[in-house]
């Protein structure tokens, strides 16, 4: 009976165009699941602040309108949950809604208080998964339904549900990934007595000429860490994952090897975390690179011939996706596609789109199949 429920309700979220009309309850049940599971995380958040929390959100949690914030998120749920049951004649949308804001009703609700809890000091960041899938989704999804540049493409289209599983594991798995990420800046950081008159310049530049800076050289060091995983067959294993998303939209951006994860953040956190540069700086540049990759991997229209050979737009690296052998190997820079002119890897055929995406070798579905995947690979 579960797996029956579980199947109609996929076949709700991808039910075609015609049942989605204004008026049928599916955008009514869309909402309602999208606010309950919200609350939800905001709830089990307040619950279980040790093993469910960020200490970084901290002040969103402690914030007067928080509690109030969920209570009406809450009840919009409930509501838009069976205003949704009421006009559709498959009910699974509405219900699963209706089942997440009950749950977190039943563990508190916003009146919910902290359970003790054993202090591990390890956390699952669920308060992060949902401000980040909230604040992301919400700014994108509605301009991809407005502005496609695929308009066939659906909002739940072929294989959403893997990259939302990869959106929540690298959100719930962001204490773990951040501590693997900075080992190589808190090693050099141990030893850094040459570092001191870079840092020393770095600090003292004017604030937005610190994040420019640092915007250049994260994607100087992403670059040739981009390339090599393009180059090297064994890393290309891990990277095969991130391109065989046969779609592209603000979620695909989300497929990608923990391993990749891990050593990407690494890497590109290195000049951040080691030159100097303001707390303040890295914050803005962290929540810019959460947005952005979003924005690249989205599914808008808009050629920007011009501006796309110095700044990164979505038809840059759609390209880089491209299943095209012209597309292959091809522009590996996040920010700045002067890097590729430079190093002779650029591609951008003017008002030109790739015909399709993915990798011309089998990698299979599924979460746990893709992570194993890089170590049972036969290159080829």
Same mark, same amino acid.
């Given at each position: 009976?579960?797996?029956?429920?579980?199947?109609?309700?996929? =076949?709700?979220?991808?039910?075609?165009?015609?049942?989605?009309?204004?008026?049928?309850?599916?955008?009514?049940?869309?909402?309602?699941?999208?606010?309950?599971?919200?609350?939800?995380?905001?709830?089990?958040?307040?619950?279980?602040?040790?093993?469910?929390?960020?200490?970084?959100?901290?002040?969103?949690?402690?914030?007067?309108?928080?509690?109030?914030?969920?209570?009406?998120?809450?009840?919009?749920?409930?509501?838009?949950?069976?205003?949704?049951?009421?006009?559709?004649?498959? +009910?699974?949308?509405?219900?699963?809604?209706?089942?997440?804001?009950?749950?977190?009703?039943?563990?508190?609700?916003?009146?919910?208080?902290?359970?003790?809890?054993?202090?591990?000091?390890?956390?699952?960041?669920?308060?992060?998964?949902?401000?980040?899938?909230?604040?992301?989704?919400?700014?994108?999804?509605?301009?991809?339904?407005?502005?496609?540049?695929?308009?066939?493409?659906?909002?739940?289209?072929?294989?959403?549900?893997?990259?939302?599983?990869?959106?929540?594991?690298?959100?719930?798995?962001?204490?773990?990934?951040?501590?693997?990420?900075?080992?190589?800046?808190?090693?050099?950081?141990?030893?850094?007595?040459?570092?001191?008159?870079?840092?020393?310049?770095?600090?003292?530049?004017?604030?937005?000429?610190?994040?420019?800076?640092?915007?250049?050289?994260?994607?100087?060091?992403?670059?040739?860490?981009?390339?090599?995983?393009?180059?090297?067959?064994?890393?290309?294993?891990?990277?095969?994952?991130?391109?065989?998303?046969?779609?592209?939209?603000?979620?695909?951006?989300?497929?990608?090897?923990?391993?990749?994860?891990?050593?990407?953040?690494?890497?590109?956190?290195?000049?951040?975390?080691?030159?100097?540069?303001?707390?303040?700086?890295?914050?803005?540049?962290?929540?810019?690179?959460?947005?952005?990759?979003?924005?690249?991997?989205?599914?808008?229209?808009?050629?920007?011939?011009? %501006?796309?050979?110095?700044?990164?737009?979505?038809?840059?690296?759609?390209?880089?996706?491209?299943?095209?052998?012209?597309?292959?190997? =091809?522009?590996?820079? %996040?920010?700045?596609?002067?890097?590729?002119?430079?190093?002779?890897?650029?591609?951008?055929?003017?008002?030109?789109?790739? +015909?399709?995406?993915?990798?011309?070798?089998?990698?299979?579905?599924?979460?746990?199949?893709?992570?194993?995947?890089?170590?049972?690979? +036969?290159?080829?």
């Amino acid at each position: 009976m579960t797996r029956g429920f579980w199947a109609s309700l996929g =076949k709700d979220l991808e039910a075609p165009l015609a049942a989605r009309r204004l008026g049928s309850g599916w955008f009514a049940g869309f909402f309602a699941l999208v606010l309950a599971l919200a609350g939800l995380c905001a709830v089990v958040a307040l619950r279980w602040p040790a093993a469910f929390s960020m200490p970084q959100l901290e002040v969103v949690r402690g914030w007067a309108g928080f509690r109030p914030l969920i209570h009406v998120v809450l009840l919009s749920a409930y509501a838009l949950a069976l205003l949704s049951v009421m006009l559709r004649a498959r +009910k699974a949308l509405g219900a699963a809604a209706l089942g997440v804001a009950l749950a977190a009703s039943i563990l508190g609700g916003a009146g919910v208080q902290p359970h003790e809890t054993h202090d591990w000091g390890i956390f699952f960041g669920v308060d992060f998964f949902a401000v980040n899938m909230i604040a992301t989704g919400l700014m994108f999804a509605p301009l991809e339904r407005f502005a496609p540049h695929n308009r066939a493409q659906r909002l739940f289209r072929l294989e959403w549900r893997e990259d939302l599983f990869y959106y929540l594991v690298s959100s719930m798995l962001v204490q773990l990934t951040t501590f693997l990420a900075l080992a190589p800046s808190t090693l050099i950081n141990g030893h850094d007595g040459w570092l001191g008159g870079i840092r020393g310049a770095i600090g003292v530049l004017p604030w937005l000429v610190q994040f420019v800076l640092a915007m250049v050289l994260t994607d100087v060091a992403q670059y040739w860490f981009h390339r090599a995983f393009h180059r090297v067959p064994f890393l290309w294993g891990f990277h095969a994952v991130h391109h065989s998303a046969p779609s592209m939209d603000w979620l695909a951006g989300a497929r990608m090897h923990f391993v990749e994860i891990v050593l990407l953040r690494g890497v590109t956190s290195l000049p951040l975390l080691t030159l100097g540069f303001l707390p303040s700086v890295m914050q803005a540049y962290v929540g810019m690179v959460y947005v952005y990759s979003s924005l690249l991997h989205a599914n808008l229209r808009g050629n920007f011939d011009a %501006i796309g050979a110095w700044i990164a737009v979505p038809r840059f690296h759609h390209w880089h996706h491209a299943i095209e052998a012209e597309g292959v190997d =091809k522009n590996f820079a %996040i920010h700045f596609p002067w890097l590729d002119r430079l190093f002779g890897t650029f591609y951008f055929p003017k008002g030109a789109w790739p +015909k399709g995406y993915g990798v011309p070798e089998a990698v299979p579905h599924g979460y746990v199949a893709q992570m194993r995947y890089p170590f049972v690979r +036969k290159p080829g």
